[in-house]
């Protein structure tokens, strides 16, 4: 069953703590990606990883940081989280970067900074 | 880098028309176009895509169309049920599987 899971799916913290999100997918896809989805902004990528330990910044990687160290497992690391890091986030992953194919999307977290 | 954007933020149709959303992308090196759709409250999934070597393609009652002379493609979508209700997503992609997405388009189909 071709799935990407998200964990949490719900997440309040004060400003200035750090925070976890994790995804995970079934499908031995190279490449995962983490975007953020804001109200009238559309998905705006914040990194995307070729494979493990290949991770590139996306268009706003500022305040984030990612690792990948098993090709199943995308963790995206918020360190001192400011209230405009409030969004929903969402995790997705393509079978290859090489050549051009579908992404599979989790549910999504809703991440909310006080 | 790509820039994709989607004409119309909202799109209302009658049960049974047709609806078309249009995109328009500046990159003439795309060579990808998926769309995905996104109901009220849930993820995003993928719906349709075409290639640049083609510039039509027909899954059931969902067709694209692209012209790259223009750098213009769109989404129809025929006989139109409150299921396809959502906000739907045009997208452009370059190389190694990076794609921008458009802002998206709420279509909402009135029964």
Redesign the interface.
Known sequence: DMKVTQMPRYLIKRMGENVLLECGQDMSHETMYWYRQDPGLGLQLIYISYDVDSNSEGDIPKGYRVSRKKREHFSLILDSAKTNQTSVYFCASSLSSWGSYEQYFGPGTRLTVL | GEKVEQHESTLSVREGDSAVINCTYTDTAS??F?W?KQEAG?????VI?I?SNVDRKQSQRLIVLLDKKAKRFSLHITATQPEDSAIY?CAA?I?????F????TQLVVKP
């Open positions: 060579s990808y998926p995905y849930k993820s995003l999934h993928f895509d290639r997503f992609s190389r190694n599987n990076r794609i997405f458009g802002d998206g």
